[in-house]
């Protein structure tokens, strides 16, 4: 029954959007920094807390970050995992836990009733401050990691994927997929997964985020509760500058398959970039706009080369990857290639349109509104705003910024950041 009344609530949730997201900002008495957002319409509550700890703090323990994060409702305080999934079971609250390149994150989705929360949030401080890491279920865990690496070895999409980053990234942290590998993670202990928790989860390191039907003295509360079971540590050394590739490569791998994947690009931009909304919307008009963009036009609509074909910027505490990818019927690789980039080419030298450009901007700013409208996205996004220090009316300037973009601005910020010259190229397929 409780499971059917948030399921209720969240599907009203969905259809309300807050305009004007006023973020509240503050720091425990640990120093970890909070972000508040009281959204009053229904009584429920979105708590996450984020770690400096995703894969690029792998070192050479490559999905360290992951299995470490995988392990943390398996066992916790007094409860094994079954315990713990039936704790949130019966007051319909949802636990969820993962990695990306640069963050780790637990986040708890509760209702604001007293005992239904309580229970709730106890379990989740409980997941945060004392995970186990019983032998047992890491072995069952890591055995788990390495199937699903080891059927990743069977699809073409994921091996472009992993050649791709590396291509961009050689040695760098960001080089290697967020999961690890089979030959990293095999030798695994679970003392290697408690040294990483020890080091990373901690307060110095963290952010809390809230966004729910609350006052701000609970909030407060709340924050304080979750972090103080937590050592203060420290924060651990920035992750490095990305070297940009300075020729273009190709690499193309075999693989029994029917379909050609693609992948070109090279390292992007970056959270702090100053070109970062230019870029957004220059890509937005090239390859981001799916169906209205000039890639699927070019490659899908003109020729029928690929069922899409896309492109977009993936930003991240250093610079993420800018990528164009296809699918294509082995025999017209080539051929989607060089339309790919001589679409490229063509967007820098002359840029955009000011009719695609306006098209653009009505369908960025016209869809902004879905982007916030319920809790989930709205934590989502005022995560990325504190983990990576964003302006505080980052949502509320985000239109502006986007209607601020001229056609110049696109032409001269791809001709500076985006070099055909520089692009790695991956195929994988074409092989019997």
Known sequence: MRFNL??????????????????????????????????????????????????????????????????????????????IA?????????????????????????????????????????ILNTPAFNEDDFQREKNRTLAGLKHREESPGALAGIAFNKALYHDHPYAHPEEGMVETVAGFEVDDLKAFYKKYY????????????????????????????????????????????????????????????????????????????TLYVGNYILGGGSLVSRLFDEVREKRGLAYSASSQFMPLYREGPFVMSLQTRNDQTDQAIKVMDETLNDFIKNGPTEAELAAAKKNITGGFALRTDNNAKLTDYVTMIGFYQQPLDYLDQFPAKVEAVSVQDIKDAFQRRIKPEWLQTVTVGGGK
């Not at 920094?33 to 807390?49: C, E, K």
């Not at 609250?93 to 106890?122: C, H, N, P, Q, Y």
């Not at 070109?264 to 970062?276: A, V």
């Open 202 to 277: 901690v307060s110095a390191n963290a952010i809390v985020v809230i966004v729910g039907d609350l006052q701000k003295p609970r909030a407060e509360q709340i924050a304080e509760k979750l972090i103080a079971g937590l050592p203060v540590g420290e924060k651990p050394a920035e992750i490095p500058p990305v070297t940009i590739p300075t020729q273009a490569t190709t690499q193309r791998i075999a693989f029994p398959s029917s379909q050609t994947h693609v992948l070109s690009g090279m390292p992007g931009t970056h959270r702090k970039d100053p070109d970062y909304f």
């Open 6 to 83: 948030i399921g209720l609530f969240l599907l009203l949730l969905s259809q309300a959007s807050w305009a004007n997201v006023t973020i509240q900002h503050w720091r425990t008495n640990q120093g970890t920094r909070v972000y508040f957002v009281q959204t009053p319409s229904l009584p429920m509550v979105d708590i996450r807390v984020a770690f400096d700890a995703g894969s690029a703090r792998d070192d050479a323990q490559f999905g360290l970050a992951a299995l470490t994060s995988a392990m943390l409702d398996t066992g916790a305080g007094a409860w094994n995992a079954d315990e």
């Open 86 to 126: 039936n704790r949130f079971d019966s007051v319909g609250a949802v636990f969820t836990a993962g990695v990306s390149e640069d963050m780790a994150w637990l986040s708890l989705r509760t209702l604001i009733d007293k005992t239904l929360f309580d229970k709730a949030f106890g379990t989740f401080q409980a």
